[in-house]
């Protein structure tokens, strides 16, 4: 017959092991349960890392980011709970005219 769980042979550094000890003895658990609830919350953080990226990685020319001072303009509006203004694409006349600098030089 299997078993319903896999065990594991890791190794800590001394004071980690002594910190989670400790938290283990303070919240009468056992130290497996103590592993087993850090890694589903780095599991979980990891999942909506990727999940961000894949729609950041979708949507980036919707949001017409030039630089990263534009990236980090609307990450920090998104986070304040303010509307998100995307810049603005320059005009074509602005566009035309830069085109036209440049061959002449």
């Excluded at 800590?12 to 910190?19: G, T, V």
């Excluded at 130290?31 to 950041?56: P, T």
């Amino acid at each position: 017959m299997a078993r319903a769980t896999q065990q594991w042979t890791i190794s800590l550094p001394p004071q980690l092991s002594q910190q989670a000890m400790r938290l283990a003895r303070q919240e009468c658990r056992t130290k497996s349960e103590l592993v087993r609830e850090a890694l589903r919350g780095y599991l979980a953080r990891q999942n909506v890392l990727h999940a961000a990226r894949r729609q950041l990685a979708r949507n980036i020319g919707k949001l017409r980011l030039r630089s990263w001072a534009d990236l980090e303009r609307v990450m920090g509006r998104g986070r304040a709970g303010k509307p998100v203004r995307l810049p603005r694409r320059p005009r074509r006349s602005v566009r035309r005219r830069g085109r036209a600098l440049r061959r002449r030089r």
